[in-house]
């Protein structure tokens, strides 16, 4: 949540408002209400911000022009503490003279005991924010310090809670103050200039060049310097990395939208996450992890940790992990992971999956494992984030940024590092399941073609979604690895259609969801292959007839050659034959399409849904 976005540069033009506002375009997709610009000028500090979406601000700025300047800060907020409203919009103003001004994504926890203490004090407060309480804190500091960077390391030892800090003042023209705690903040190494921002979209036009900040950290940049301290004052230093992907990757290329585009994107996303992990011998390798194969050998039982879609995709991987490695597998949603009293020990790995790196409430869930003694690695998409900095090892997917607020070409990247440390850890128990593992893997690198194919096909499934546009309920069912399929379909139908949706374990069917079976209800089936063990497949076909015998509308989603399920579906959604374990990757795909097109026919806005943001930063 909450885009950030700060530039210093050579020389006072019209660049650095152009940077701060090209930065908080590309960070829309964050989720936001209202947004807001500070600039420095020798008159002070000159701000405009405004609720709504960023063309008000622009109109704005328009409107009203901001001086010529070499510092900028900019802000989207997501509102937690006030209302999206102007007032309450970032930045905020501190001190009397209000020559400094401050933006802030996250929650400070104890806000309202630091603004009771300067109320008594005489000070005066204008927004109903926790992050007013700050503006006025670094103001008090930098009066008796004169310096910008003493006054943030006086003013973090007083906040508790997760948050990234920007701030500029009037009497440092040319110096921008960062510093973060359980809160998303890298840095842009340019020449000339440098930027700061909540992900590396905010500056990826200007440079590819960035550097990771640890926990705790501040950092002071100007036009030709970066420096970085910790929360403690003793000096520290930053990671430098290069992105590996420019400004042309966030861009919809001529799609309509970026979630149409990042569909599209599927078979490159799984052949990116794939690329390298394997020796010409086929044999699998990691060399990511950091964690030594002692440790994993040693490993008894594995508990998978995330939220929305990402738990799904852990869902997905239970079934494929537990199959290859015969290891116990749990998949928690993160957020209830520290409150159940988790039974985890030293032989306990403690997978993380998260798109962003930045999901609070899996960082806490990490946190949590480490202090119990556990194994902990993360699955994730973003060099740089807070995630994988606080976990033993990673697996980086490779989908490349992924701008659309409902996920689709990051869960399957998920799915696919999933696997691909399923199959590690069965090849390094060697036998039978090293065996397997190679054999899997050979099935899995078939999988980006296979992929390709579904979207070839998709032409049917758009026209099934553009009539269905007046829908008001869908529901999904699905069995073994098809029921994560099932629950991720509902949830991108809700996420930007707005329909009432669920998914249901198809033998679950029986047990109280048949209720909801009237004449017309549509109905998705994830169908598993014929060759899938232990019978599902006449199981599900079973399944099948029998809400077609109430009424029900049936959309199949089956493998080519399954003629069994074509008497009782009012429409067949064909996908490649696949190995059991490794048909999510194909079968969630139409689910997708459907969604988006249903959405597009409704005339919504498929990459922005409402009330949604795309990392979500506070608990």
Avoid at 3 to 30: H, K, N, Q
Wanted: charged share 20%.
């Amino acid at each position: 949540m909450c885009g950030i976005v700060g530039y210093v540069g050579p020389s006072a033009d019209t660049v650095a408002l152009d940077v701060v506002m090209e930065g908080l375009a590309r960070l829309e997709y964050r989720g936001y209400d209202s947004a807001g610009v500070a600039v420095i000028d020798a008159d002070g500090v000159q701000m405009r911000k405004r609720s709504g979406k960023l063309v008000n601000l622009r109109d704005d700025i328009a409107a009203h022009p901001l001086p010529p300047t070499t510092t900028a800060i900019g802000h989207t907020r997501w509102a937690t503490h006030g209302g999206p409203t102007d007032a309450n919009a970032h930045p905020h103003l501190g001190g009397a003279e209000q020559r400094l001004a401050v933006i802030h994504n996250g929650i400070i926890e104890n806000f309202h005991s630091l603004k009771t203490g300067l109320i008594a004090q005489g000070v005066s407060f204008t927004s109903e924010t926790d992050t007013e309480v700050a503006a006025h804190l670094l103001a008090q500091a930098y009066t008796q310090s004169g310096d910008l960077t003493a006054a943030m390391l006086a003013t973090v030892a007083q906040l508790d809670g997760a948050f990234t800090l920007l701030t500029v003042h009037a009497d440092q023209p040319g110096v921008v103050v960062g510093a973060r705690r359980n809160s998303p903040l890298v840095v842009g190494l340019g020449q000339g200039a440098n930027y700061l921002g909540s992900d590396v979209a905010a500056f990826i036009g200007h440079t590819r060049d960035a550097m990771e900040l640890g926990q705790d950290q501040i950092v002071t940049i100007t036009p030709d310097s970066v420096s970085v301290i910790g929360f403690d004052g003793t000096p520290a230093d930053g990671r430098r990395y290069h992105v590996d992907w420019d400004a042309a990757a966030a861009e919809k290329g001529g799609y309509p939208s970026f979630m149409a585009k990042e569909i599209d994107e599927q078979p490159h996303a799984v052949a990116d996450t794939l690329l390298g992990r394997t020796k010409e011998e086929g044999e699998l390798v990691l060399d990511e992890l950091r964690v030594s194969e002692e440790a994993l050998s040693q490993v008894t039982k594995i508990v998978i940790v995330a939220c929305g879609t990402a738990a799904y995709a852990g869902m997905v991987a239970k079934y494929a992990i537990e199959h290859w490695t015969r290891i116990p597998c749990e998949v928690d949603l993160a957020h209830e992971f520290r409150y159940r009293d988790p039974v985890v020990d030293g032989h306990t790995l403690v997978v993380s999956v998260s798109q962003s790196g930045e999901t609070m409430d899996t960082l806490m869930a990490v946190k949590h494992a480490r202090e119990l003694g556990a194994l902990t690695i993360s699955i994730c998409n973003t060099h740089g984030s807070t995630i994988p900095r606080e976990s033993d090892a990673v697996i980086y997917t490779h989908a490349g940024p992924e701008i659309a607020v409902a996920s689709t070409k990051a869960f399957l990247a998920q799915i696919t590092a999933c696997y691909l440390l399923g199959l590690y850890l069965a090849q390094l128990r060697g036998g039978s399941s090293a065996v397997e593992a190679a054999a899997v893997m050979r099935d899995l690198r078939e999988m980006p073609a296979k992929i390709q194919t579904v979207l070839d096909r998709m032409d049917r499934v758009r026209e099934i979604a553009r009539f269905m546009a007046d829908t008001r309920s869908v529901l999904f069912l699905g069995r073994h690895v098809g029921y994560p399929v099932a629950l991720e379909g509902a949830l991108k139908l809700k996420e930007i259609a707005y329909i009432h949706a669920e998914g249901f374990a198809a033998g679950e069917l029986k047990h109280g969801p048949i209720a909801l079976i009237e004449p017309g209800q549509p109905v998705f089936v994830v169908v598993p292959g014929p060759d899938t063990p232990h019978d599902l497949h006449a199981k599900i076909v079973s399944n099948i007839q029998e809400i077609r015998a109430r009424g029900a509308r049936t959309i199949v989603v089956a493998q080519d050659g399954d003629e069994a399920v074509v008497p009782f579906a009012d429409e067949v959604i064909r996908v490649p034959v696949s190995a059991p374990l490794l048909q999510p990757l194909l079968t969630v795909v139409p689910l997708q399409v459907f969604a988006c097109e249903l959405a597009v026919a409704k005339g919504l806005d498929v990459d922005q849904p409402r009330n949604l943001a795309k990392s979500v930063t506070v608990e």
